[in-house]
């Protein structure tokens, strides 16, 4: 089992930056791979970004590539999500999740076995 925390959220003007982070405990380590998804109101929840938890190779969705840095550290069991030049259109709930398995898309939200309660992001334009 894997307990996951998010925080960091908040309201940010258009341009600015914030910095969730994701604290997980219970089987983690190298069990685990991570990412982070996030839903807006009246959308389904979409793919941010994803890391291997023990080589760090990271994924990234479009709409976030250049902008946004997934890292984690592996010593604090912590998983973060940098974002910067936030867009109101990046105004979500946003959730860490942890998978077990490497293979299959890093995309696809059935692969993520575990998830946190998400923490609110508003970008103000």
């Known amino acids: 089992q894997v307990q996951l925390v998010e925080s960091g959220g908040g309201l940010v003007q258009a341009g600015g930056s914030l910095r969730l982070s994701c604290a997980a405990s219970?089987?983690?380590?190298?069990?685990?791979?991570m990412g982070w998804f996030r839903q807006a109101p009246g959308k389904e929840r979409e793919f941010v970004a994803a890391i291997t938890w023990s080589a760090g190779n990271t994924y990234y969705a479009d709409s976030v590539k250049g902008r946004f840095t997934i890292s984690r550290d592996k010593a604090n069991d912590t998983m973060y999500l940098q974002m910067n030049g936030l867009k109101p259109e990046d105004t979500a709930v946003y959730y860490c999740?942890?998978?077990?398995?490497?293979?299959?898309?890093?995309?696809?939200?059935?692969?993520?076995?575990?998830w946190g309660q998400g923490t609110q992001v508003t970008v103000s334009s």
């Open positions: 999740a942890a998978r077990s398995r490497s293979s299959g898309s890093w995309s696809y939200l059935p692969n993520y076995g575990y």
């Open positions: 219970g089987r983690t380590s190298s069990s685990y791979h």
